[in-house]
């Protein structure tokens, strides 16, 4: 969207001094031609944007000039960076706030002409984030985590495992990592003696405590979230493990795929698979969505949940 690159163009040659075309376009991810027609768009608006040529040359704004990004504070800029990069902050959390201040004082510092795009754009685009049939996992720690890991502070965490048994940990928190709307605190821990991945939705406390630490300067959050998130996802497995067992209809393919199968058998007409559905929380939630195309076998417990549900139901309609 043009106007992105317009506001990024300001952002980037007011916060540096000045840049080459070159650079704004792959910073950007546009074409260098592009670059230079946004340049000429901003010198029209009034804007006096420089561009000088030759090695120590670049695109600048006049000496003197400002267009009052300045007044964004720190914290209200890593926001807008951050949210440029995808991470959604809640609207009522600290940091929507501070994403939602920091685009105020942006709206103000420029031309006419943008603001009426941004007032049009905010009548015709709206972004819900909220799922449609269950609620977003709460995350009550997530301010206190990003505090710490920009101020480069060590914490001292509850942490819930999957089996609800809390531990006592203390953490050097290396970077926060967002999985399809899911956060994970990527950490040292003192207790294990080394890396480890934590879901920020089971923190039941986090502490900040005096004492800094360093990121190790060869230490990369992506080569290491990259590295490790297969063996990860398949220590989650491990750990999260709840096996059910349905009896499907053959013929529900499109079904059997939507399923992580462990074990798969066969009855007359039908498939009995034993799925994995991770927690008994989980089951719960997607036994009741496959009632009209299997029948759980187990567990017992599972089984009883559903009969309470149906009954339930039953007593309700008729």
Not at 49 to 72: C, F
Not at 247 to 271: A, C, D, S, T, W
Not at 274 to 294: F, G, H, P, R
Request: hydrophobic share 40%; proline share 3%; charged share 25%.
């Amino acid at each position: 969207m043009r106007l992105h690159r317009l506001i990024g163009i300001l952002l980037l040659v007011e916060s540096r001094g000045k840049m080459k075309a070159s650079d704004l376009a792959a910073a950007l991810e546009t074409s260098v031609r592009s670059i230079y027609r946004d340049i000429d768009v901003l010198a029209e608006a009034g804007i006096p944007m420089i561009s000088a040529p030759g090695p120590s040359g670049g695109i600048s704004l006049m000496e003197g000039y400002t267009v009052n990004l300045r007044q964004l504070h720190g914290d209200e800029m890593i926001q807008l960076y951050l949210t440029g990069m995808g991470f959604q902050s809640g609207r009522n959390s600290e940091s929507g706030l501070k994403l939602r201040n920091a685009l105020l004082k942006l709206e103000k510092s420029l031309p006419a002409a943008y603001q009426e795009d941004i007032r049009k754009a905010q009548n015709v685009f709206y972004f819900d984030d909220t799922p449609w049939w269950t609620e977003q996992n709460a995350v009550p720690c997530l301010e206190t985590l990003r505090a710490a890991l920009w101020k480069s502070q060590k914490i001292s965490v509850q942490y819930r495992k999957v089996n609800t048994e809390i531990s006592s940990r203390l953490l050097l928190p290396y970077g926060l990592v967002v999985k399809q709307g899911d956060w994970y605190l990527v950490a040292y821990c003192e207790e294990a003696g080394g890396m480890r991945t934590f879901k920020c939705e089971r923190f039941e406390a986090v502490q900040l405590l005096e004492e800094e630490y360093g990121i190790p300067m060869e230490f990369s959050l992506e080569k290491y979230w990259s590295s490790g998130e297969e063996s990860f996802k398949q220590s989650r497995r491990a750990e999260e493990h709840y096996p059910v067992i349905l009896r499907i209809e053959k013929g529900k393919q499109e079904l059997v795929n939507r399923l992580e199968v462990i074990h798969r058998g066969e009855e007359e007409g039908f498939l009995v698979l034993t799925v994995n559905m991770y927690s008994y929380e989980n089951a719960c939630l997607k036994a009741l969505a496959l009632l009209t195309d299997t029948e759980i076998l187990e567990p017992f417990l599972l089984r009883e949940y559903i009969k309470e549900k149906v009954t339930a139901l039953q007593h309700k309609y008729l």
